[in-house]
C-alpha cells in the first residue's frame, strides 16, 4: 500500500475509515443475528466494501469481533470512572454509582449489553483474553475505589471483586435474552443489594 491520496484521502486514512466502517457494521450484525451468523460477506455488505479490502483491516472475524469488544470495554471503563468520581465519598455512594454507570451505560445500547455479555462467549476460546483483560480492568476500579473506604470487608478482594462482577454479567445477560427483560433500575437495585450485602462488615 503506498501513500497516495485518493479523494483527498492518503491511504493510511482510507484504511482507517474502511476499519471504522467495519466496526460500526460489526457492532450492529454482531449483536444481530450475532456473531456466529455473521459472516465477513455480510460485514462487507454493511459496511460497503469488497472482501479484499476486509483482510487490509482485519485477519478475520474474531479480530473484528475483539476490536467492537474491546471498545465497548474502554467507553464502559471510562464511565464507571466518571460516575465514581462524581459521587460522593461514601462506600454506598461509590457502590451505588459505580453499578449504576456500568448497568445504566451498557444498557443504553442493547447491542451493546449483548456484545460485551453474549456474543464474546458465543465466539469462543478466541475472545479468552479480552474477557479476562476487562474483568481485570473492573476488577481493579472495584478493588481501588471501594475496598480503601470503612466498613468495606477484608477478606479476599480481589475474589470479591470477581464474584461481583460474575453476577452483575449474569443480571446482564438475563436483561439481553429474556422475553420480558426487568427494568434497569430493578437490576441496578439488585447488584447494589448483592454487592453492599457482600463487601461491608
Given amino acids: 500500500m503506498n501513500g497516495r491520496s485518493y479523494r483527498g484521502m492518503s491511504a493510511e486514512e482510507r484504511l482507517a475509515e474502511r476499519r471504522e466502517r467495519l466496526?460500526?457494521?460489526?457492532?450492529?450484525?454482531?449483536?444481530?443475528?450475532?456473531?456466529?451468523?455473521?459472516?465477513?460477506?455480510?460485514?462487507c455488505a454493511a459496511a460497503r466494501i469488497s472482501n479484499?479490502?476486509?483482510?487490509?483491516?482485519?485477519?478475520?472475524?474474531?479480530?473484528?469481533?475483539?476490536?467492537?469488544?474491546?471498545?465497548?470495554?474502554?467507553?464502559?471503563?471510562?464511565?464507571?470512572?466518571?460516575?465514581?468520581?462524581?459521587a460522593?465519598?461514601?462506600?454506598?455512594?461509590?457502590?451505588?454509582?459505580?453499578?449504576?454507570?456500568?448497568?445504566?451505560?451498557?444498557?443504553?445500547?442493547?447491542?451493546?449489553?449483548?456484545?460485551?455479555?453474549?456474543?464474546v462467549r458465543r465466539a469462543g476460546?478466541?475472545?479468552?483474553?479480552?474477557r479476562q483483560q476487562a474483568v481485570?480492568?473492573?476488577s481493579q476500579i472495584i478493588e481501588a475505589n471501594v475496598f480503601d473506604l470503612p466498613g468495606a470487608v477484608k477478606a479476599n478482594q480481589r475474589l470479591l471483586a470477581l464474584g461481583m462482577?460474575?453476577?452483575?454479567?449474569?443480571?446482564?445477560?438475563?436483561?439481553?435474552?429474556a422475553d420480558d427483560p426487568p427494568a434497569v433500575d430493578h437490576l441496578i437495585s439488585t447488584a447494589v443489594h448483592i454487592f453492599y450485602r457482600s463487601f461491608v462488615t
Fill in 165 to 177: 462482577i460474575g453476577a452483575i454479567q449474569e443480571l446482564l445477560i438475563e436483561w439481553v435474552l
Fill in 23 to 43: 466496526i460500526t457494521a460489526a457492532y450492529t450484525l454482531y449483536s444481530d443475528p450475532g456473531f456466529p451468523e455473521t459472516t465477513i460477506e455480510k460485514l
Fill in 52 to 86: 479484499r479490502a476486509f483482510y487490509e483491516c482485519f485477519s478475520g472475524r474474531n479480530e473484528l469481533l475483539q476490536a467492537v469488544h474491546d471498545r465497548c470495554v474502554q467507553e464502559t471503563l471510562l464511565s464507571v470512572s466518571k460516575s465514581i468520581e462524581q
Fill in 136 to 138: 481485570a480492568a473492573f
Fill in 88 to 119: 460522593p465519598d461514601t462506600l454506598l455512594s461509590r457502590v451505588e454509582a459505580g453499578i449504576a454507570g456500568y448497568i445504566g451505560f451498557v444498557t443504553e445500547d442493547r447491542r451493546r449489553a449483548r456484545i460485551m455479555h453474549l456474543e
Fill in 125 to 130: 476460546d478466541c475472545l479468552t483474553r479480552s
